[in-house]
Every structure is written in C-alpha cells, then in structure tokens.
C-alpha cells in the first residue's frame, strides 16, 4: 500500500514537500518514484530512485528543482519540490516497481504496477 501526503496550494516559486508511506511488503531494493497528471494531459513520469543503491532519475523540466529520496528504515519516499511553477499543477502520484518489471527511470515511473491515490499539487 502506498499513501501519499504533502500535497497543498503554493505561490509560484514555493516549496513543497510529498511523502509516501509505504506498508505491506519487505522487498530490500526497488525502484519507486513519482508520476504527474494534469487535467487533459499524459502522465509524465517525474523522478525516480533505486533504493538500492540510491540512483536517481529526473525528469529535465523538474532537475535542479526537485529532489527525490527514500528513507528505507521508515519505508517512506519523499519529494521535495522547490521552485514550483504553475506547470508543476497536477494531481502527483507515488509508485513502486517492487519486482524491477520495467527498468529504474523517470520515463517509467507512470508503468510501475503499484501506484497510491494521488495528492493534488497547485501552484499559481
């Protein structure tokens, strides 16, 4: 199970901070990130990390502004966003590829088979 929190409305050039408790599985090493959708459009896969051996993957739009990371003792993912622009609006998404059927990349994020709920992120 993946639940995500953090989302919320900020100003243009605010911060936020997304988490993702993660519960139900004991696999050491995986590939997690983020995915977004905006009303009308494609999901774009974000980031992404291997919690394995901390790779991570960004999306170019969100690199320098954005930082994902994984605490594996608390099995929580987080997103940190800084710098938001009103393209970042979108519901975002946390998900897992707990069995690496896909490989570890931002592009692939949006395929993973375990995904949350979504929390809207707004920025005007």
């Known amino acids: 199970q993946l639940v995500e929190s953090g989302g919320g409305s900020v100003q243009a050039g605010g911060s936020l901070r997304l988490s993702c408790a993660a519960s139900?599985?004991?696999?050491?090493?995986?590939?997690m990130g983020w995915f977004r959708q905006a009303p009308g459009k494609e999901r774009e896969g974000v980031p992404a990390?291997?919690?394995?051996?901390?790779?991570?993957y960004y999306l170019n739009s969100v690199e320098g502004r954005f930082t994902i990371s994984h605490d594996n003792a608390e099995n929580t993912l987080y997103l940190q966003m800084n710098s938001l622009k009103p393209e970042d609006t979108a519901m975002y998404y946390c998900a897992a590829d707990l069995f690496r059927v896909t490989a570890c990349g931002a592009g692939y994020v949006p395929d993973f088979p375990y995904r949350g709920q979504g929390t809207q992120v707004t920025v005007s």
């Open positions: 990390i291997d919690t394995g051996d901390g790779s991570t």
């Open positions: 139900g599985y004991t696999y050491s090493t995986y590939c």
